[in-house]
């Protein structure tokens, strides 16, 4: 059976992806930062999947997430780096440091935690695919939500360097998932993201098609169907 591990699996595309993979048959494995959000998620996706608690931004919570996961079910097939937050909307002179430094922490430096606490079992195994979500604004910006931008541009650029260090077998894959109906984008959007897809329907078709990647698409800057 094969083993999917999704960061950010309590909410919005992370849910989503994670009961689309269950339905397909795989293993689920997951991390998010809402014990209660987490606990029904237990429930409506028991064993064998596991959910965990996880802050990705902390290195010393993803070694010991790692290690529980990597005991049990073990490593993954095809690793999620989903977890993601936004900064405020706002000018970038107008945002604290801290605001900054929280998205940089999530967005890019987790991805980092996650690849380092788990590529090295994928590695030992001779297969594995990692794909990391950028987004629409990983390739192109808007106004108000530079720290986004400026994360989401890391992770293509993190993402392609990655590819050119992995050993065959393994491939790793910068995503733009499209544009989708989310607390996130609602930060930004407001009732205007209704008009985009939710996350439930645009995981019946985002699941296959991640669920098709292998080593032939290391370093492709992929879009998911529809973006």
């Not at 494995?29 to 959910?51: I, Q, V």
């Not at 695919?129 to 400026?150: D, L, Q």
Request: charge should be negative.
């Amino acid at each position: 059976m094969p083993h999917v591990l999704i960061t950010g699996a309590t909410r919005g595309l992370g849910r989503a992806l994670a009961g689309g993979f269950a339905a397909r048959g795989w293993t689920v494995s997951g991390c998010g930062r809402d014990p209660a959000a987490l606990a029904e998620l237990t429930r409506r996706l028991p064993a064998p999947h596991r959910f965990l608690p996880c802050d990705v931004a902390d290195p010393a919570a993803v070694e010991a997430f790692a290690a529980e996961i990597l005991a049990d079910p073990g490593p993954p097939d095809l690793l999620l780096n989903n977890a993601a937050t936004i900064n405020r909307s706002a000018p970038l002179w107008e945002l604290e440091p801290a605001e900054f430094g929280t998205v940089v922490d999530v967005n890019l430096r987790g991805v980092f935690h996650l690849c380092r606490a788990f590529l090295p079992a994928m590695i030992e195994r001779g297969s594995g695919v990692i794909v990391n979500f950028s987004s629409g604004w990983g390739r192109s910006t808007s106004p108000e939500v530079a720290p986004y931008c400026c994360t989401k541009w890391g992770i293509e650029g993190l993402t392609q360097a990655l590819a050119q260090e992995l050993p065959a077998g393994l491939a790793a894959v910068p995503l733009n998932p499209g544009i989708i109906d989310t607390d996130m984008l609602r930060s930004c959007f407001g009732e205007g993201a209704g008009s985009y897809p939710d996350a439930a329907t645009w995981a019946e078709s985002a699941v296959p098609f991640l669920a098709a990647l292998g080593p032939e698409h290391n370093g492709q800057p992929l879009s998911a169907p529809g973006a």
